[in-house]
């Protein structure tokens, strides 16, 4: 089944304390991201890769790092997390193309809590 | 800059059509998209439009455009209780890239 993982589903930590949300996809795609989602804001982006060790910033990527080391995986790596981090996280993956084909495909989300 | 707006709340009884609004800057976006997001699942592609339609027909979904006020809608005929979700639009202002909306949460009641 084609699909996005994400782990853990469900997080609570510490400030401060690193954190890393995985996340996987199975149907050989290039093109990966990350969005947060908040109440009131929808989804922001951010970051994203094109293809494996390329990445870029998205329109939030304050506090946040990644790494595209293989095609398939696309982790989220919060070095020094803080309450504002607070939120629910979702990796997408497409095709690395033109045109609404090119679907973005969402993980099920990573909902982190920050104390 | 981009910018997707939606209203927040649309409550509606079964059996209605629901209309869900959306407006967005960016007269650039060669496809506007509609989102559904289920609670506590990821998003799924509903449907999308491109930008030099003015309609879109899709079983229950028809999607309308009126680029030259820069508005997007989402009709979903004879609305049942499974259609109770959030509803994204989002513009695609770059390559790959999208824009959200803040979404719209359908009530759906019996």
């Known amino acids: 089944e084609a699909q996005v993982t994400q782990n853990p589903r469900y997080l609570i930590t510490v400030t401060g304390k690193k954190l890393t949300v995985t996340c996987s996809q199975n149907?050989?795609?290039?093109?990966m991201s990350w969005y947060r989602q908040d109440p009131g804001l929808g989804l922001r982006q951010i970051y994203y890769?094109?293809?494996?060790?390329v990445t870029d910033k998205g329109d939030v990527p304050e506090g946040y790092k990644v790494s595209r080391k293989e095609k398939r995986n696309f982790p989220l790596i919060l070095e020094s997390p803080s309450p504002n981090q607070t939120s629910l996280y979702f990796c997408?993956?497409?095709?690395w193309g033109k045109g609404s084909t090119d679907t973005q495909y969402f993980g099920p989300g990573t909902r982190l809590t920050v104390l | 800059g981009e910018d997707v707006e939606q209203s927040l709340f649309l409550s509606v009884r079964e059996g209605d059509s629901s209309v869900i609004n959306c407006t967005y800057t960016?007269?650039?976006?060669?496809?506007l998209y509609w989102y559904k997001q289920e609670p506590g699942a990821g998003l799924q592609l509903l449907t999308y439009?491109?930008?030099?339609?003015d309609m879109k027909q899709d079983q229950r979904l028809t999607v309308l455009l009126n680029k030259k006020d820069k508005h997007l809608s989402l009709r979903i005929a004879d609305t049942q209780t499974g259609d109770s979700a959030i509803y994204f639009c989002?513009?695609?202002?770059?390559?790959?890239?999208?824009?959200f909306g803040t979404g719209t949460r359908l009530l759906v009641s019996p």
């Open positions: 997408a993956s497409s095709f």
């Open positions: 960016d007269s650039s976006s060669t496809y």
């Open positions: 439009i491109f930008s030099n339609m």
């Open positions: 989002a513009e695609s202002p770059g390559f790959q890239k999208l824009v």
């Open positions: 149907m050989n795609h290039e093109y």
């Open positions: 890769s094109m293809n494996v060790e």
